[in-house]
């Protein structure tokens, strides 16, 4: 009998491992970023038992669409059965340009969740403005007029994912934003209702400002009971 359950204890584990090993985060950061910023999000997914992985790409020399055929690339090689991504900012828009490349491929991972915090899903008017200045699409890089409003070479040109989305966006809570410039709450770059896309299966408010969503603790629990639950509030801490 004690080998019987040792076997089953046994067998049990190794079930469990393959399905753990099947199974990745990826955490994709926004323009300028270096990743260290998402450490403490990547610090919770962990603690609650998933893989993850910080994916850094250049955001201020490599145009979103050839970074996401990059990222593609190194999702195939790694052969995870199933994958969910949580991302910031830009990094949201990398992972929309995913689909544009997958959607005939039968043997790429299925993306299960994608939780985006601060996602410029429908552009922002802060790129606008600076798109029209030189010198500030040289230091930005390509990636400035991909995040204009322009119907066709902005954000909103992108793929709509397939997957499950949650979004997380930010403000002060208050008639005025971060920003002035900007008409309406703002997180100082984004107004809120510039992050969805109109698919999405939960979206929260948190007030706090662009970057520092990232480091905010109930962000991060938010993330977790996300691709937990497909949730933002469903879990208890």
Not at 81 to 106: A, C, N, P, Q, W
Not at 138 to 151: D, E, Q, S, W, Y
Request: hydrophobic share 40%; glycine share 8%.
């Amino acid at each position: 009998m004690k080998t019987l359950h040792a076997f089953c204890f046994t067998v049990a584990l190794l079930i469990s491992i393959s399905i753990k090993a099947s199974y990745k985060v990826y955490i994709v950061h926004g323009l300028g970023g270096i990743g260290l910023e998402l450490s403490k999000i990547k610090n919770t997914i962990e603690k609650s038992g998933f893989e993850s992985e910080i994916y850094w790409y250049p955001s201020l020399v490599r145009d979103i669409d050839s970074v996401g055929k990059l990222l593609i690339t190194k999702i195939r090689k790694e052969n995870y059965d199933t994958i969910s991504f949580v991302t910031h900012s830009l990094g949201g828009l990398v992972v929309r340009t995913l689909y544009e490349h997958i959607k005939t491929d039968s043997n790429f991972p299925f993306i299960h969740r994608i939780v985006m915090v601060a996602p410029p899903n429908q552009g922002s008017p802060v790129a606008d403005f600076f798109v029209q200045w030189s010198l500030a699409r040289f230091i930005v890089g390509p990636n400035l007029k991909n995040l204009t409003t322009n119907k066709s070479t902005g954000a909103s040109r992108y793929p709509i994912p397939a997957a499950e989305v949650g979004v997380i966006s930010g403000g002060r809570g208050k008639e005025n934003g971060y920003n002035y410039f900007l008409n309406g709450d703002n997180d100082g770059v984004l107004l809120p209702e510039m992050t969805k896309m109109g698919i999405e299966k939960d979206v929260v408010f948190v007030k706090a400002a662009h970057v520092e969503l990232v480091f905010n603790s109930e962000v991060n629990k938010m993330v977790v009971n996300f691709l937990k639950t497909g949730k933002f509030t469903s879990l208890v801490f």
